[in-house]
Nanobody, 115 residues
């Protein structure tokens, strides 16, 4: 099993930055893939960015050039650095881990971009 604890959400003005953190309960080298997804009110959950255990990254077109996913393997933590935030980035952001054949989700953290 994998427990995921997220942090770093909050309220930020358009153009601002936030960094989200997701700490896993086991070594992230053992986790095939980790990523960030988001869900806005009335919308489906969508992929934001993923990072594989070998380091490959993938981004949604809507965040390319603004968001960066990274990891600290010594802390079993994956980060999402979000720059140039827009009101349409407002959503609950969830951390996801694919471990073996199982998928685990964090509890979610709210990101609100508003003036």
């Amino acid at each position: 099993q994998v427990q995921l604890v997220e942090s770093g959400g909050g309220l930020v003005q358009p153009g601002g930055s936030l960094r989200l953190s997701c700490t896993a309960s086991r070594s992230i080298f053992t986790i095939y893939n980790m990523g960030w997804y988001r869900q806005a009110p009335g919308e489906q959950r969508e992929l934001v960015a993923t990072i594989a255990n070998i380091g490959n990254t993938n981004y949604a077109d809507s965040v390319k050039g603004r968001f960066t996913i990274s990891r600290d393997t010594t802390k079993n933590t994956v980060y999402l650095q979000m720059n140039s935030l827009k009101p349409e980035d407002t959503a609950v952001y969830y951390c996801k881990a694919v471990y073996g054949r199982d998928v685990y989700w964090g509890q979610g953290t709210q990101v609100t971009v508003s003036s």
